[in-house]
């Protein structure tokens, strides 16, 4: 059974820091593209960040850029994103997911990815 779960959220002020973490079990992943997707109330789920694991190559979203980081970690099967210098628009319900192995992450859309956690909330305040 595929399982993730992510941790790491909370409450911080603006320009505060937040890492978040997925703990991956029950799948099997070489170059898979692993992502970390968002979703504000009243708006779609968007893709923040995206993996390429094994290759470790990265895609961020222009809203994130210069303040996330996506990193891996094989040995203990998880996928964590650093936050840096958040903004009250980072608040959203933050959810990672598994997507198909290929050769690179670019042009993915949120129903290319079959397996997902349910999510922690980040909130910003101002």
């Known amino acids: 059974q595929v399982q993730l779960v992510e941790s790491g959220g909370g409450s911080v002020q603006a320009g505060g820091s937040l890492r978040l973490s997925c703990a991956i079990s029950?799948?099997?992943?070489?170059?898979?593209?692993i992502a970390w997707f968002r979703q504000a109330p009243g708006k779609e789920r968007e893709g923040v960040v995206y993996i390429l694991i094994g290759g470790g190559s990265t895609l961020y979203a222009d809203s994130v850029k210069g303040r996330f980081t996506i990193s891996q970690d094989n040995a203990k099967n998880t996928v964590s994103l650093e936050m840096d210098s958040l903004k009250p628009e980072d608040t959203a319900m933050y959810y990672c997911a598994i997507g198909p192995a290929r050769i690179g992450c670019a042009g993915l859309s949120t129903r290319d990815f079959a397996y997902w956690g349910q999510g922690t909330q980040v909130t910003v305040s101002s």
């Open positions: 029950g799948y099997t992943y070489s170059s898979n593209c």
